[in-house]
């Protein structure tokens, strides 16, 4: 595909080159949910249709219309590589793909970066009396 890759990702695609995980699939086909990290043959043809901004690498579609993008411009120089697309703005997530990968898995395919952050000191403070 003519582009550099983060080491995780390009690990991740030596051993799958691509997968889908957490579809709900009624008689094999899916009907909502999930994640499709694409595969090499994939990326290529979302860069050359040019729906992205060209400064970003396709590597997953969450099937619910959004997109999870590598910042080209990020690789060498910021271990945070990782974009969210939505339906028109990006979004930097803070993220690396391992990162991205194991908690979207140990979140058994929940949207974790929509969930509030709570420190252990906020936390408490905003559920004070649910023990009662």
Not at 8 to 15: I, M
Not at 25 to 45: A, C, Q, S
Not at 59 to 72: E, N, P, R, S
Not at 91 to 113: K, T, V
Request: proline share 4%.
């Amino acid at each position: 595909i003519n582009v550099s890759l983060p080491n995780d990702y390009k690990a991740f695609l030596k051993l799958h080159n691509g997968a889908r995980i957490f579809e709900s699939l009624i008689y094999g086909e899916n009907v909502g949910g999930g994640l499709h990290i694409l595969n090499l043959e994939e990326i290529e043809k979302y860069m050359q249709n040019g729906f992205l901004e060209p400064q970003f690498i396709p590597v997953a579609h969450l099937l619910d219309g959004c997109y999870l993008l590598i910042d080209k411009t990020k690789i060498s120089t910021d271990p945070n590589y990782l974009w969210f697309r939505g339906f028109i703005e990006y979004e930097p997530m803070q993220l690396n793909f391992e990162i991205f990968l194991d908690r979207y898995i140990l979140s058994q395919g929940a949207n974790f970066w929509e969930w509030n952050i709570y420190t252990a000191e906020n936390y408490y403070r905003t559920h004070q009396g649910d023990e009662d």
